[in-house]
């Protein structure tokens, strides 16, 4: 079981929106330690697409967006795209484990 | 463009020591601007932080594996290393290499650049 809980699978159609959740508790995300996310492709390099909560690195597209509040954190992703099929995690750092700790993931499903 | 390539044996038996290799390209890895991470994933189950170095020589690992690990550089090869003792089945995972420290020029604790990962299975 991790320590942040995220939803086992999404799923939306092309050019929707969705939105992935993310939550933990006050020995981590609620401690405002920055929530990170990734999207992972098998048989590929995961790749960073949200850090220190809300920023997009250089080259991520704009249509992916990270928020958080209190003990939970959200990855929206717009207008939906068949590659953005993946799984998706969330990270941040827990004071109680003294280290950097991951959710269960999420698979987006484009319909 | 800085890549990050795994590289070790892909299968071990129950009590021997995994030995993985991360090769650093197109930058430094002597730079105190970076830590230098192993993280894994076994089928089906999530992602989990090991632990990380940095060129000062400080070091962190995951407190539940804490007692059989052990990351270490070697700046002449351009490589980190992985030395995980006594492997059990429960070991067997994708293991993959990361860069944390900086990004866009701002400090950051995300993992921005990652290896492909490398499948280590543990089996009598």
């Known amino acids: 079981q991790s320590v942040l809980t995220q939803p086992p699978s999404v799923s939306g159609a092309p050019g929707q929106r969705v939105t992935i959740s993310c939550t933990g508790s006050s020995s981590n995300i609620g401690a405002d330690y920055d929530v990170h996310w990734y999207q992972l492709l098998p048989g590929t390099a995961p790749k960073l697409l949200i850090y220190g909560d809300s920023n997009r690195p250089s080259g991520v597209p704009d249509r992916f967006s990270g928020s958080k509040s209190g003990t939970s954190a959200s990855l929206a992703i717009a207008g939906l795209q068949a590659e953005d099929e993946a799984y998706f995690y969330c990270q941040s750092y827990d004071i109680s484990l003294s280290g950097w700790v991951f959710g269960g993931g999420t698979k987006l499903t484009v319909l | 463009q800085v890549l990050l390539q795994e590289s070790g044996p892909g299968l071990l038996k129950p009590s021997q020591t995994l030995s993985l290799f991360c090769t650093v390209s197109?930058?430094?890895?002597?730079?105190?601007?970076?830590?230098w991470n192993w993280i894994r994933q076994p089928a089906g189950k999530a992602l989990e932080w090991i632990g990380r170095?940095?060129?000062?020589?400080?070091?962190n690992y995951n407190l539940s594996l804490r007692s059989r690990v052990t990351i270490s550089l070697d700046t002449s090869r351009r490589q980190f290393s992985l030395s995980l003792t006594s492997v059990t089945v429960a070991d067997t995972a994708v293991y993959y290499c990361?860069?944390?420290?900086?990004?866009?020029?701002?400090?950051?604790?995300?993992?921005?650049?990652w290896g492909q990962g490398t499948l280590v299975s543990v089996s009598a």
């Open positions: 990361a860069r944390s420290g900086m990004i866009d020029g701002a400090p950051s604790n995300a993992f921005d650049i």
């Open positions: 170095f940095h060129i000062s020589g400080r070091t």
């Open positions: 197109g930058g430094s890895i002597s730079t105190s601007t970076y830590h």
